[in-house]
């Protein structure tokens, strides 16, 4: 079964930065699309970024374009999202996922269950 872990997130204040990262076990990233979602207190879980593991485009929601970063290590196994100037409306509990396209990804198409997430908390 495939097996997905988030890490890196934790309290920071507005404007600041955090990484991210997914761990993938029992099935690898290279060739995959993979992809952030996150999921607001209230809310319904919605998709964040996404990077094609053929030729490595991305898509961004439109909240998150010039401030996030999406990457990734096949070599690691690992997925990456980097957030600068954060905002209080990007508190939410972030998770990744993965698919054969961005596009899927982009239409909340996953492939795996999904992992417990890791909360990020963004104060004024």
């Known amino acids: 079964q495939v097996h997905v872990v988030e890490s890196g997130g934790g309290l920071v204040q507005a404007g600041g930065s955090l990484t991210l990262s997914c761990v993938v076990s029992n099935a690898t990233v290279s060739g995959y699309a993979m992809g952030w979602f996150r999921q607001a207190p209230g809310k319904e879980r919605e998709f964040v970024a996404a990077l094609n593991g053929i030729d490595g485009t991305i898509r961004y929601a439109d909240p998150v374009k010039g401030r996030f970063t999406i990457s990734k290590d096949d070599a690691k196994n690992t997925v990456y999202l980097k957030m600068n100037s954060l905002k209080t409306e990007d508190t939410a509990v972030y998770y990744c996922?993965?698919?054969?396209?961005?596009?899927?990804?982009?239409?909340?198409?996953?492939?795996?269950?999904w992992g417990q997430g890791t909360l990020v908390a963004v104060s004024s």
């Open positions: 996922n993965r698919n054969f396209a961005a596009r899927m990804l982009y239409y909340g198409r996953t492939l795996d269950t």
